[in-house]
């Protein structure tokens, strides 16, 4: 009897021992599993990162409209209004902008030399389109971010095919780069040579208001498309995914 009664106090206490053990295991896991939870909470708690973008109370996804052109609307390319399409065409738009400044450089030197120009008119070919962006930021901001911003965007990127074609009409139109004329060292004689030549410049005037047109409308383009792209996209995709969009 002794025996039998010691036999099941020693199985009292393994079962004792085993269910604190398990107690422990079971205590040491939903640790770990609060743990692995509450971290990434209290980190978007404290970065305050919503799961989704909140867009503006006042916006309305409505207003975007289907994809055309005004009332021309085909169903067959309702397949391009995607934010993924919106993000390659500001891709192309904005890369034809940022090629035109290299040779909008290029074009004012060529300027300046060619029709001698003074320092004013070097100053407005030179500064109009900063200008211009500064005048125009905060209309197409206040006014851009309120009304259809995609349409604005399209807006934007007319103008910019605009302002290529003001750059363009001077080398059209008009002979800017002057081939040099050979002339004879050689005096004959009874012959006058004409030391100066005329100093009016035909159509200088034209062209470089042409050129300050051209960089008045890129200014406008450039701070239309840049600014509203960026808040369109990002109001459109997923907040974690937002910079790899942008």
């Not at 500064?127 to 349409?151: C, E, M, Q």
């Amino acid at each position: 009897m002794a025996q039998d009664k010691k036999k099941q106090k020693d199985a009292v206490k393994q079962a004792q021992v085993v269910d604190k053990d398990e107690h422990q295991k079971t205590k040491e896991s939903k640790k770990i599993q609060t743990f692995l939870i509450t971290v990434p909470a209290a980190k978007k708690k404290f970065a305050d990162i919503p799961d989704k973008t909140k867009s503006d109370p006042n916006y309305c996804d409505t207003s975007e409209g289907p994809f055309g052109f005004g009332p021309l609307v085909f169903s067959c390319l309702q397949r391009f209004n995607t934010i993924e399409f919106f993000l390659i065409s500001c891709f192309i738009v904005i890369l034809a902008h940022g090629m035109m400044f290299a040779l909008i450089d290029m074009s004012l030197k060529l300027f300046e030399t060619q029709f001698q120009a003074t320092n004013l008119e070097t100053f407005l070919m030179d500064f109009s389109d900063y200008f211009t962006s500064f005048l125009v930021s905060i209309f197409v901001a206040h006014f851009g971010g309120r009304g259809n911003r995609a349409k604005w965007v399209a807006a934007g990127s007319i103008v910019t095919a605009l302002s290529a074609i003001a750059f363009f009409l001077p080398f059209f139109y008009y002979e800017i780069i002057k081939l040099a004329k050979v002339k004879d060292d050689l005096c004959d004689e009874g012959k006058i040579p004409k030391v100066c030549g005329t100093s009016v410049i035909p159509n200088k005037s034209i062209c470089i208001s042409l050129f300050i047109i051209g960089q008045c409308l890129h200014g406008v383009a450039g701070i239309t498309v840049q600014l509203l792209s960026i808040t369109y996209i990002f109001d459109h995709v997923p907040t974690f995914s937002s910079g790899l969009y942008l």
